[in-house]
């Protein structure tokens, strides 16, 4: 396949319905794509430089190609994999970056996992190739909506496309474009490698919804589209409250170990949620949505954000977000890792313009970010620069 010069690649956020959590101990999660997407370009250059900008977390870096080949020395002639991580790489690039072990800084992480990444895609290659890559998104960065997913996806696809391991879809004609199933695949199996450098130990749900899009069902690395979904209507609000994947994932694996009696029904009781959840959803688009369906999708809501709060996932913040809409009689709960950021609440028909309204402008008040959001966006596509706003082209091709 020839290898692009230049491309433009968008993957969306994602919001996690049910499920987070229990998901990485093999229980099932309810997860569905947003309308936030993370951006990226690619171009290749004769410079004989790599180099990332990632205007969001200010981290601009650059290295000599020449300099980044002999890490890749430990495994001369074998293939990288796709599916497992190499640990000595990772080892290598952590002493190249002086980062160390265990850090969490958000600009390592990124910047670590664009290297792996890039040295792995071109390890075949004589010569690494020179390429400026720039990424920016309109998610906030660490705040539960699977930024770092999104991150993992677009860098995955552009290093793929840009070796000419998978095609460039984008015809001439063409505004966006996505991958086969099978080059899908593959982005997705780079993308989880991404992830784990960032999270330690992900699921893959959000890796999954970032590469395919609208909603999932994702139960034990097995993906699947919920082809019977309703029109949802939901919330989102950003608590601010910083906070890592990385560190919360562990803290729920310790509290297990420490409390496998406890915990292990929890962790169950989380999985019949999402499993209620996804026949309520069904019954909801086949039979028509009742005032009943959204009583129980409220309850499924209030007894999740209780399990996760037993699962050492809270944060004072999130209880204040959720007596603020219930006061208003909206159910809300955590989204991804929890700790801080982002909560949903579900809307219904019944709710009326004037109570969104205060809610938001309570939620705004108490200082968090709150707006509606639209969810089901396509997964990872590529981009003709003209279908991107003149605001993100500006961003991207600034650096
Ligand atoms: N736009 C971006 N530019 C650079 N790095 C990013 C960007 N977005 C995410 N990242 C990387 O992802 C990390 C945040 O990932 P983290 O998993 O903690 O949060 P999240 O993915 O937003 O939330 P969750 O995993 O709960 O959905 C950052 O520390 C950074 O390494
Ligand atoms: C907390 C978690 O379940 C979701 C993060 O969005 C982690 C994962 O599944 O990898
Ligand atoms: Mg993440």
């Not at 400026?132 to 290093?159: D, H, I, N, Q």
């Not at 050492?312 to 991804?336: D, E, I, M, W, Y």
Request: with cysteine.
């Amino acid at each position: 396949m020839a290898p692009v010069q230049e491309c433009f690649i968008s993957a969306p956020g994602k919001s996690i319905l049910h499920g987070e959590h229990a998901v990485v101990h093999g229980k099932l999660a309810l997860a569905v794509s947003l309308n936030l997407r993370t951006y990226l370009r690619l171009e290749v250059t004769s410079a004989a430089e790599v180099s990332i900008s990632l205007p969001n977390i200010d981290t601009f870096m650059c290295w000599n190609v020449r300099v980044l080949k002999p890490l890749l020395s430990h495994r001369e002639g074998e293939c990288r994999s796709s599916t497992d991580l190499d640990t000595e790489l990772v080892r290598r690039l952590r002493e190249f970056t002086a980062i160390a072990d265990g850090s969490t800084d958000t600009r390592s992480m990124a910047v670590l996992a664009f290297l792996y990444t890039y040295l792995c895609v071109f390890a075949d290659s004589e010569v690494l190739p020179s390429l400026k890559v720039c990424v920016w998104s309109e998610l906030p960065t660490g705040a539960g909506l699977g930024s770092s997913a999104a991150y993992s996806v677009c860098v995955s696809a552009a290093l793929l496309t840009a070796r000419g391991t998978i095609s460039s879809p984008l015809t001439q004609s063409q505004q966006t474009a996505r991958w086969s199933e099978q080059e899908l695949e593959l982005i997705n199996n780079w993308a989880f490698q991404g992830e784990k450098i960032i999270h330690g130990n992900p699921s893959g749900v959000d890796n999954a919804v970032g590469t395919w899009g609208g909603f999932l069902r994702y139960h034990a690395g097995k993906i699947s589209p919920l082809s019977r979904v309703p029109t949802l209507r939901i919330l989102l609000t950003n608590t601010k409250v910083p906070r890592s994947t990385k560190l919360l994932v562990s803290r729920v694996k310790d509290r297990i170990n420490q409390y496998p009696s406890v915990m292990t029904p929890v962790l169950e009781s989380v999985d019949a949620v999402s499993q209620i959840c996804e026949r309520t959803l069904a019954e909801m688009a086949t039979e028509g949505a009742s005032a009943e369906h959204y009583s129980m999708l409220e309850d499924l809501i209030d007894i999740n954000q209780h399990h996760l709060n037993v699962l050492g996932v809270g944060h004072t913040s999130l209880n204040t977000l959720c007596h603020v809409t219930l006061a208003h009689g909206l159910h809300s709960k955590l989204t991804g890792a929890g700790g801080g950021g982002c909560a949903i609440t579900l809307l219904t028909p019944d709710t009326d313009e004037s109570v969104v309204r205060d809610v938001m402008e309570e939620l705004k008040q108490v200082g968090f970010d709150c707006w509606e959001t639209s969810i089901g966006a396509p997964g990872v596509l590529m981009h003709s620069p003209t279908s991107l706003t003149h605001s993100v082209l500006e961003i991207l091709t600034k650096y």
